[in-house]
Nanobody
Framework: VQLVESGGGLVQAGGSLRLSCAASGSTFSDKLMGWYRQAPGKQRELVAWIRSDGRTTHADFVKGRFAISRDNAKNTVSLQMNSLKPEDTAVYSC?????????WGQGTQVTVSS
């Protein structure tokens, strides 16, 4: 399983970014996928999940600002991030649950300046 993220960068507070994750090495249309993040000195935390049927779960701290989506035909999962805050600064990693195993990509840096 390989998960490759793209779309991170530097943005001012209030701005937007869209992260994408390209998945390969398995069939993903029936797998739970999502996004996690880890800020310096903090533990990794769940940002959002999306199930095979399209149902989503978003962490309270991103509800109304971030939206996860997937394209099963392209084996991609995306995270649209709006109204970004400095506290959203972190490395964002793509996640997939495949064959009873958790997989993460290497991550993409998101930095939000105040």
């Amino acid at each position: 399983v390989q998960l490759v993220e793209s779309g991170g960068g530097l943005v001012q507070a209030g701005g937007s970014l869209r992260l994408s994750c390209a998945a390969s090495g398995s069939t993903f249309s029936d797998k739970l996928m999502g996004w996690y993040r880890q800020a310096p000195g903090k533990q990794r935390e769940l940002v959002a999940w999306i199930r095979s049927d399209g149902r989503t779960t978003h962490a309270d701290f991103v509800k109304g600002r971030f939206a996860i989506s997937r394209d099963n035909a392209k084996n991609t999962v995306s995270l649209q991030m709006n109204s970004l805050k400095p506290e959203d600064t972190a490395v964002y990693s793509c996640y997939a649950h495949v064959n009873l195993t958790d997989h993460w990509g290497q991550g993409t840096q998101v930095t939000v300046s105040s």
